[in-house]
T-cell receptor, first 116, second 119 residues
Framework: AQKITQTQPGMFVQEKEAVTLDCTYD???????LFWYKQPSSGEMIFLIY??????QNATEGRYSLNFQKARKSANLVISASQLGDSAMYFC?????????????FGTGTRLKVLA | DTGVSQDPRHKITKRGQNVTFRCDPI?????LYWYRQTLGQGPEFLTY????????KSRLLSDRFSAERPKGSFSTLEIQRTEQGDSAMYLC?????????????????FGQGTRLTVV
């Protein structure tokens, strides 16, 4: 069964510093996608970055990058040059590609607080 | 394209009453999802549609919950005989395979959710 684990309930980072949010996953499907979402206090889930299981390179989107270590089943989100507006909940999610299910499974999230 | 829209944004109801939420996905997105999120937790999958067909339902979805997507466009989620444990944020999301390679995963786009409080 697919599972996402986020072990950091909360993280603090100084403005302009980089921060890594951890995510490990479990699946037996060789085809899957990993996603990170940001949820500010307003409640909307905002898509940040995607990594496919067959992608050879780590995904990057602006200040976001994904440290994908397939053998360790980890997909950590790295936010560079943190900004005050990055303070939010961050969720790691996975969707299997060939198991016949198309649902996204989410972790419990990490609350990030950026300090001025 | 205005994104995924959910209505209402907030709903307060008395225990035992029925409630219905509406979701308008991004136009032409063929997949639509419903999730429930309680405080401090990640979204929990409830059900999803591909076009008008409901293809998967979570075991979390009791008989009091029903979802429809009659024309493959908007969707409704109804909760009958609400209980205090139903209090949560109900999130709708949509996704599409258009423009992507077959078999590649695509991100889901979420609405702002409907916050339900059962008193």
């Amino acid at each position: 069964a697919q599972k996402i684990t986020q072990t950091q309930p909360g993280m603090f980072v100084q403005e302009k510093e980089a921060v890594t949010l951890d995510c490990t996953y479990d699946t037996s499907d060789p085809s899957y996608g990993l996603f990170w979402y940001k949820q500010p206090s307003s409640g909307e889930m905002i898509f940040l970055i995607y990594q496919g299981s067959y992608d050879q390179q780590n995904a990057t989107e602006g200040r976001y990058s994904l440290n994908f270590q397939k053998a360790r089943k980890s997909a950590n989100l790295v936010i560079s040059a943190s900004q005050l507006g990055d303070s939010a909940m961050y969720f790691c999610a996975m969707r299997e590609g060939s198991s016949g299910t198309y649902k996204y499974i989410f972790g419990t999230g990490t609350r990030l607080k950026v300090l001025a | 394209d205005t994104g995924v829209s959910q209505d209402p944004r907030h709903k307060i109801t008395k225990r035992g009453q029925n409630v219905t939420f509406r979701c308008d996905p991004i136009s032409e997105h063929n997949r639509l999802y419903w999730y429930r999120q309680t405080l401090g937790q990640g979204p929990e999958f409830l059900t999803y549609f591909q076009n008008e067909a409901q293809l998967e339902k979570s075991r979390l979805l009791s008989d009091r919950f029903s979802a429809e997507r009659p024309k493959g466009s908007f969707s409704t989620l109804e909760i009958q005989r609400t209980e205090q444990g139903d209090s949560a944020m109900y999130l709708c999301a949509s996704s599409s395979l258009k423009g992507r390679k077959l078999g590649m995963n695509t991100e889901a786009f979420f609405g702002q959710g409907t916050r339900l409080t059962v008193v």
